[in-house]
């Protein structure tokens, strides 16, 4: 399995430090990166998708209340849950710098209230094993070099018959020859390219964060497949872009489950295309036990060597700065309300 480097952490919080700060103010240090206004509309976008799809998990029967979110950056999904769904949660972000602005993005797409906020590394998640009811997280999966891990550590941390959902995540398109990486925005000859419809046959997108040295990794269905394998029950949605027939498979005892109808793949072969998924880990979740389990962390110091412990949760100090780990004595900063819960080389990063 690939891990992301600490310089890939790194270049996620200083990138988003900056970008944060262009989409908050009129300054313009990423030319080729959204402005405040571009980046509203975004957000405003995502939060219809995700309201669409979380009503969708709603009718399934599908409970999310103490939902916890990977890779939040500005919050507006889990913003626009709350909102909606009257439900409670924590957000996660390698970047505190993202997780700050939620509150001016909040102001700005009028939300009254801001989650509850963490800054983690999804490698190794500040919880106790068997613990969260439902896991989401959107656009993300691809900022690692391999979803596997992330995966397999979501999976540790949820409770016995709980939820992963991801969506908005790319699956491999085999006719592609990358010669170089467009920004977000596209530049004029970019443009030029996209009209005439061959700009995604010979580019690939992420420009700006892959110069800051940023992963932005497209997976095959197989690399996919085998991240999954780790779930008991997966439902997956295969979608090629821009547009196509999409296609459903359910995770079975086959080895190779993960095959969407031969249209659906043609197209995602030649032209991209993205993947959703339901996960639910085996086992039955015991009602009493359903005590918002987000209040209580764990040190991923401490967790990540005593793998198969329930080891105790970190105490908050008495002047509410810090949260501590009594059995390693690490001291867990608390900046603005956010508490930075990271392993000792990812601690680091914020000094
Ligand atoms: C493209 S953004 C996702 C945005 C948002 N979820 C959405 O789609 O609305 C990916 C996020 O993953 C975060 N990230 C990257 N590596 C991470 C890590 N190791 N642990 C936690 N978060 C990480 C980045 O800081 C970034 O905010
Ligand atoms: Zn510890």
Known sequence: ??????????????????????????????P??????????????????????????EKRGIKFNYYFEIGSEYCER???????????????????????????????????????????DAY?????????????CYQTLHHFPDPKPIINEIYRVLAPGGYFFFD??????????????????????????????IL????????????HGILEEVFTLKTWQKALQVFEKAEVTIKPFPFGPQSTVSKSDNVNWLKPKLSTYLLVTCWGGGIRALCQKKGYRIKSNIVNPLEKYTCPVCQTNKKNENIPYLNKSIDNKNYLCSLCKTRFPIISGIPIILPIKEMKIYG
């Open 168 to 197: 908005e995540e790319p699956v491999k398109q085999i006719l592609n020859i990358p010669l170089w990486r467009r920004p977000t925005c596209l530049r004029p000859w970019e443009k030029i390219l996209k009209y005439i419809g």
């Open 32 to 57: 080729n990166e959204r402005t405040y206004k571009e980046s509203a509309k975004e957000l405003r976008n995502r939060v219809k998708r995700t309201i669409n799809d979380f009503q969708d998990l």
């Open 1 to 30: 399995m690939k891990y992301q480097t600490i310089n890939n952490k790194i270049a996620e919080v200083m990138f988003r430090q900056k970008i944060s700060k262009q989409q908050l103010s009129s300054t313009t240090a990423l």
């Open 124 to 136: 190794c998640l500040p919880f106790r094993n068997n613990s969260l009811p439902f896991i989401f």
């Open 200 to 211: 995604p046959f010979i580019s690939r997108i992420g420009k700006t964060e892959v110069d």
């Open 78 to 120: 889990p913003m626009a849950l709350e909102k909606k769904f009257k439900i409670k949660g924590l957000a996660s972000d390698i970047s505190l710098s993202s997780l700050l602005a939620a509150s001016d993005f909040a102001k700005k797409l009028k939300f009254e209230t801001v989650p509850k906020r963490i800054v983690c």
